[in-house]
């Protein structure tokens, strides 16, 4: 082999490990993404249960409120 051609096996050597190394840090930069986004989700989840129990508190803040302008009214009729 000439050493032209050992040349350009070594250009084509060296460019196959750059790749590879670029795959293994996508592959470990998708695995951070990955657990990242499941704890995205759980964060999500957690919030959604907060908001409907922040519902149901407002709902009864709101009923309590209609009583009271209830009870007024009546007061204010007297």
Known sequence: MDKQAMDILQQLLKGQQETNSRLESLEKNTGTIISEVARLREDI??????????????NLVELATANNWADIVKLKAK
């Open 45 to 58: 989840t957690e919030v959604k249960g907060e908001i409907v129990e922040l519902r149901k508190d407002l």
